[in-house]
C-alpha cells in the first residue's frame, strides 16, 4: 500500500484483526494485523446496554467470552447472551477467548482447533474509540496509514432495544476525526435498510459495502440476498453502496468435470456497475472444496475472478501473496 484507495491495488483486510493467530476483535489481534501489514482492519461493531460502541462479532456473549460463567442467569428465554444486556462497565468484566462452540459431549471446543489456545484468559473486549486509538497510535508509530473497516452489527435487534447502532457509530467516529475520511473508512452492513439510511437520511461520505450473505443461514436482516444477487437488485444496491461483500462461495463455484475454475458472473456484473468487490472469508485452515492451497485461493480470487480485496483472518499470506505479485497485473 500504503494508500488504502490507491485505484487497482487489492486491500488487505485484516478479518476480526489478525484473528487465524490470536482471538478475535482483542487489540492483540488489531496490533498483530498492523504489524502484519493489513491495508484495512475490521471492527465489527455492537451496542452496550447504556448506548457504547463495543468490537464483538456476535451480538450474542458467550461464543467468545466467559459470560455465561461471570454472569449466571443473564441469558435471555433463547438461552444466548446479549451484548446489549449488559452496561459496558459489566462488559468490562468479561474476558474474552478465542471462538467456541459446544463439542460431541456438550464440553465447549475451539471452533478452530490449530489456533491460540481457548484457556489462557488475556483479553477483553474493546469500546470502539478504544480500538481506533490503538490503530492511529500504531498509525503514527509505525508512520503508516491504516484504514477502518467497520460493520454495524444488528441494526434492527439494535433499534427493538430502542437503540441506535447507525448513529452511535458516527458519533465515534465523529470524536476520532474519521467520520470525513472516505479514503480511510469503509462501513458494511447485511442490512440494507441501515445502508440506505446511512446514505440518504445521514448523508454519511463514508463508503458504503452492502455484505451479502444466504437466506439459509436465516438471519435478523430485512435483506433478500438472492435479489440482492440478481440484476435488478445488484442495480438496486449500486444506488446507495460503493461496493458488495459477498461470501466467497458467491463468486467461487468449485471445479467442472475436467477440474477447471467455475466462476459465477457476479464480479463482472458488480464492476459494471462501478462496485468493488470484497468477499469473505479468506482461512488457511477452512479451504473451500476443490482448492488445494491458500495460495491457490488467492491466484483464483485475484488472478482469475479480480477482485478489489479479502477479508482474511491471516493477513500476513494475503499481504505477502500481494507482494510477490507486484508488477504483474491482477
Ligand atoms: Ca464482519
Redesign the pocket.
Known amino acids: 500500500m500504503n494508500h488504502p484507495s490507491k485505484a487497482g491495488t487489492p486491500i488487505v483486510i485484516a478479518?476480526?484483526g489478525a484473528s487465524g493467530y490470536l482471538p478475535e476483535h482483542t487489540l492483540a489481534a488489531k496490533a498483530m494485523a498492523h504489524a502484519m501489514g493489513a491495508d484495512y482492519i475490521?471492527q465489527?461493531v455492537v451496542l452496550s446496554g447504556d448506548g457504547v460502541p463495543v468490537v464483538l462479532?456476535d451480538v450474542y456473549l458467550e461464543s467468545t467470552t466467559n459470560v455465561a460463567h461471570h454472569f449466571p442467569g443473564r441469558a435471555r428465554p433463547d438461552g444466548r447472551f446479549y451484548a446489549m444486556d449488559f452496561s459496558l462497565e459489566e462488559l468490562r468484566q468479561l474476558q474474552v477467548h478465542e471462538r467456541s462452540g459446544p463439542g460431541e459431549d456438550g464440553v465447549e471446543v475451539a471452533v478452530y482447533p490449530d489456533r491460540f489456545p481457548l484457556g489462557p484468559a488475556l483479553f477483553g473486549i474493546p469500546t470502539l474509540a478504544e480500538e481506533i486509538d490503538l490503530i492511529a497510535g500504531l498509525d503514527r508509530s509505525r508512520a503508516r496509514r491504516t484504514g477502518l473497516y467497520v460493520?454495524l452489527?444488528g441494526p434492527g435487534l439494535h433499534r427493538r432495544g430502542g437503540l441506535d447502532i447507525a448513529a452511535s457509530v458516527l458519533e465515534v467516529l465523529a470524536q476520532k476525526g474519521y467520520a470525513n475520511r472516505p479514503d480511510q473508512v469503509f462501513l458494511?452492513c447485511f442490512d440494507g435498510a441501515a445502508l440506505r439510511r446511512l446514505r440518504h437520511e445521514m448523508k454519511t461520505p463514508l463508503p458504503l459495502i452492502q455484505?451479502i450473505g444466504d437466506n439459509s443461514w436465516g438471519e435478523d436482516t430485512d435483506s433478500d440476498y438472492d435479489y440482492l444477487l440478481s440484476p435488478t437488485g445488484l442495480a438496486e444496491v449500486a444506488g446507495y453502496a460503493d461496493g458488495i461483500g459477498p461470501w466467497l462461495s458467491q463468486i467461487y463455484l468449485g471445479r467442472d468435470a475436467s477440474g477447471q475454475t467455475r466462476l459465477s458472473d457476479l464480479v463482472p456484473r458488480a464492476r459494471a456497475l462501478g462496485l468493488k468487490v470484497h468477499p469473505?472469508t479468506f482461512r488457511r485452515d477452512d479451504l473451500p472444496a476443490g482448492i488445494g492451497s491458500f495460495t491457490e485461493l488467492l491466484d483464483v480470487f485475484f488472478r482469475q475472478a479480480g477482485v478489489d480485496g479479502v477479508?482474511t483472518d491471516f493477513p500476513d499470506l494475503v499481504r505477502s501473496y500481494l507482494d510477490s505479485q507486484a508488477g504483474l497485473a491482477l
Do not use: S
Request: charged share 45%; glycine share 0%.
Open positions: 478479518h476480526r475490521e465489527d462479532h460493520e452489527k458494511q455484505l469473505y477479508f
